[in-house]
């Protein structure tokens, strides 16, 4: 099934539930989309990690022929090999490797650690959520909104973008 056809699929159940209020409702509204056929994973914050970019910027300009991502049709990894295969025609057994880690990496990638607290929301944010929300919302859905991790350094990620 395409992105494309599941994200429709999903949209048809958001559409169907009429108000979605907080996150178990938009996860019901997924479980539901395609028949019922889907097995939905709750990341937790432990889900995630601060991945060090272990490419090398020097290996990948003096590269011939470099490959970019528009122009790949199958991209292939392999376990304990520091690099991958990749072919821009389908129906080909010709693959190219990729070296394009930095020598570093290729001793062992170690894994990072996971993250322990929450991205968080400005505090004023969140205070501003609750206020306009919280006379809409029926007060069974409200401490999703009243839990939502807090953090004054947080940027507002409407306004800017983050690494």
């Not at 990690?49 to 199958?74: C, F, H, Q, T």
């Not at 693959?95 to 001793?107: A, C, P, Q, R, W």
């Not at 947080?154 to 983050?162: M, P």
Request: positive net charge; charged residues 30%; hydrophobic residues 35%.
């Amino acid at each position: 099934m395409s992105a494309d056809s599941f994200h429709h699929q999903i949209e048809v159940q958001l559409k169907a539930a009429g108000k979605v209020y907080d996150f178990n409702d938009f996860k019901t509204c997924v479980k539901k989309s395609c028949n019922g056929h889907v097995n939905v994973k709750e990341m937790n914050v432990d889900d995630f990690s601060k991945w060090e970019d272990g490419s090398s910027k020097y290996k990948l300009k003096k590269m011939e022929n470099r490959p970019y991502l528009a122009e790949l049709v199958i991209l292939k990894a392999e376990r304990s090999k520091y690099f991958l295969y990749f072919a821009k025609q389908h129906n080909t057994s010709d693959f190219e490797e990729l070296h394009f880690l930095k020598k570093s990496m290729e001793k062992g990638i170690q894994l990072p650690e996971t993250n322990t607290t929450g991205r968080g929301v400005p505090p004023e944010k969140k205070a501003d959520i609750i206020a306009k929300l919280g006379r809409l919302i029926p007060p069974n859905r409200l401490p999703f909104w009243e839990n939502l991790p807090t953090d004054k350094n947080s940027a507002d990620l409407i306004t800017t973008q983050e690494n």
